[in-house]
């Protein structure tokens, strides 16, 4: 674009997200831009919440630098390095955050569910129905927000992780729009949207989407629009009709250990080709062309190893691969001289593989591949 009369700059800030033994405070940089306008959406973007899922701090990065020529409209709230436990977690030149080490759970599982505000809903509504929309909007979130304040103060305690996604969980709370940046082992780019908003996968410049059903699995984005899509559904059964006031997606951009910022550069365009629809910034960006093809869930296979061995991955992520094709061979040098050494493996209907293991060597059961079926275009 030609060169702005503006300046948008970021404020920049940090989030307390728990204590190291040793006593420092574990925390994460948030850079917020300011918009103009009260009533445009809010945006809440995090990255690198699993280790190894750099890409998304090189995305932030263009985005942030790219912002500085817009003019922003919502206020926009861009956490980097949002867990810092996950990527320190090295073993040799591999970064292995993606479980809690103290745990074993995902770290992208750890949310928190609001089951009993979900469950409440009918007599919450009940007691604020005289509310005019954005009224009411306002006092749930601030409903959400307490409740991860009290989950924080549980006399009990919490675990270190659970605390850290809770944290980052009440300011995605705080947004209209959720944004969470991963990166698959070895991925084609894709992106998580939920059913009720099928229609904005078309608005984000990413070819692949799984469309996931409108339920909470622990996952940020299921954290942030779950609440109120069960608010909105039966808020509608009782005769008031809105849109589900907050949108949230997961963004796969492509492959973990991996900085590219020419590629970084194309997502955050297409970041800002979602926003500039929603409002966030006032210039009109449209999103790449390209052919965009989805499937549900349900149709996203997972394919695991029949045997252990050594793995040629011979399916690219990404291309449609036909029933009976190759997908791996499987060498086994304990079998040499046998029909067994080298084993080649397909699968039994179309598809297109979306992801694959990082590693070479594999176990007996390791998920190998996986796979959209019964894709449409979006």
Not at 110 to 124: G, L, Q
Request: net charge negative; hydrophobic share 45%.
């Amino acid at each position: 674009m030609t060169a702005a009369s503006f300046t948008s700059k970021a404020i920049v800030s940090s989030v307390a997200l728990g204590e190291l033994a040793t006593g420092q405070t574990l925390t994460a940089p948030i850079y917020t831009y300011k918009g103009s306008d009260a009533n445009a959406a809010s945006v809440y973007i995090q990255a690198n919440v699993h280790g190894a899922e750099v890409q998304g701090n090189a995305v932030i990065h263009q985005l942030m630098t790219m912002l500085e020529g817009y003019t922003v409209l919502g206020d926009i709230h861009c956490v980097p390095l949002a867990n810092p436990l996950g990527i320190n977690q090295k073993s040799g030149e591999f970064t292995l955050g993606r479980f809690d080490p103290i745990t074993g759970v995902n770290w992208n599982r750890e949310y928190y569910e609001h089951a009993a505000i979900v469950a409440d809903i009918p007599s919450w509504f009940e007691a604020n129905k005289q509310l005019n929309d954005v009224e009411l909007f306002s006092a749930f979130r601030q409903l959400l927000l307490s409740s991860c304040q009290i989950r924080l103060n549980n006399g009990w305690g919490i675990s270190t992780g659970h605390r850290l996604a809770v944290t980052l969980q009440s300011m995605a709370h705080d947004a209209d729009i959720v944004l969470d940046l991963h990166t698959g082992p070895k991925s084609a780019k894709h992106l998580y949207c939920p059913e009720y908003d099928m229609g904005s996968a078309a608005l984000f410049s990413i070819p692949f989407s799984l469309i996931i059903p409108n339920e909470f699995g622990g996952a940020m984005d299921e954290a942030a629009f779950y609440p109120w899509w069960k608010l909105q559904q039966h808020c509608a059964a009782q005769g008031r009709e809105f849109a589900v006031p907050v949108a949230a997606f997961t963004l796969e951009l492509a492959s973990q250990e991996r900085i590219d910022m020419a590629d970084a550069k194309e997502d955050a365009l297409g970041i800002l080709a979602y926003l500039s629809h929603r409002g966030v910034i006032k210039e009109q960006i449209k999103p790449a062309e390209m052919p965009r093809w989805g499937c549900y869930l349900a149709n996203y296979k997972k394919f695991h190893a029949p045997k252990a061995g050594l793995v040629e991955y011979c399916a690219e992520v990404g291309k449609p691969l036909a029933a009976g094709e190759p997908l791996v061979n499987l060498l086994r040098l304990d079998q040499y001289g046998s029909e067994q050494a080298l084993l080649p493996v397909s699968l039994p209907c179309d598809c297109v593989p979306i992801l694959h293991f990082a590693s070479a060597s594999v176990h007996q059961g390791t998920e190998l591949y996986k796979v959209m079926t019964d894709l449409f275009e979006l």
